[in-house]
């Protein structure tokens, strides 16, 4: 028989694969099909025509990295390094960056939050807001500072800084979907290993 705490470890390991399958599919959706403006010049008198409409395209939230942090802020075995690896090594594949690049950064940000997670249970709202914002900003530099030494193009500074804004934002938003859709609450004390790690 199988012992019901890898049971549920197991059921939630799924639920977080499919979550982030989902969160992967949404985002290769085209969701914007307003057309781009088109430049173009009149051979006759010379003057810019312009065809279409410019409109401002912000860059989203990051919402698999935020689904990971906040699984790791509450239940860090139920997220283990082998499955966000896989997870992010797909989306790569499906978005067409860098391979492995992202995952690599990331996995630095992810393992800070999973030592402060283990390292007390009790982490408030505003404190767990800012350690992954925190997190996500300097995954986000570093990968950013990868890019522009190896010449990979990369978005602008500006664009950077949008989405990192629009990722600490939309945290809240995550954290909520995660404590009253799935159900991903934080360890009581019975649950805590014997070596003080959340199950």
């Not at 173009?40 to 279409?52: H, R």
């Not at 283990?80 to 940000?109: C, E, K, N, Q, T």
């Not at 807001?129 to 990868?146: D, E, I, K, M, Q």
Request: hydrophobic share 55%; with cysteine.
């Amino acid at each position: 028989m199988v012992d019901p705490i890898t049971w549920r470890r197991f059921q939630f390991r799924l639920l977080f694969l499919l979550v982030s399958a989902l969160i992967i599919f949404a985002q290769l959706l085209p969701l914007n099909t307003a057309p781009a403006a088109v430049q173009l010049i009149d051979p006759a008198t010379g003057e810019l025509i312009q065809e279409g409409s410019k409109y401002l395209s912000l860059p989203g939230p990051d919402l698999l990295f935020c689904l990971t942090a906040a699984f790791l802020m509450r239940r860090p075995r139920w997220a283990p390094v082998a499955l966000i690896v896989f997870v992010h090594l797909v989306a790569d594949v499906l978005y067409l960056r860098p391979m492995g690049l992202w995952p690599a950064v990331s996995l630095i940000a992810y393992e800070f939050l999973r030592r402060q997670t283990n390292a007390s249970n009790e982490v408030s709202l505003p404190l767990e807001v800012a350690l992954v914002v925190g997190a996500f900003a300097s995954a986000v530099l570093a990968n950013g500072a990868l890019h522009l030494i190896f010449a990979v193009p990369h978005p602008g500074f500006w664009l950077t800084l949008l989405h990192i804004l629009t990722t600490a934002i939309a945290y809240p938003f995550v954290i909520a979907v995660v404590y009253f859709m799935l159900g991903v609450r934080r360890a009581g004390v019975r649950e805590l290993d014997s070596d003080g790690v959340i199950g």
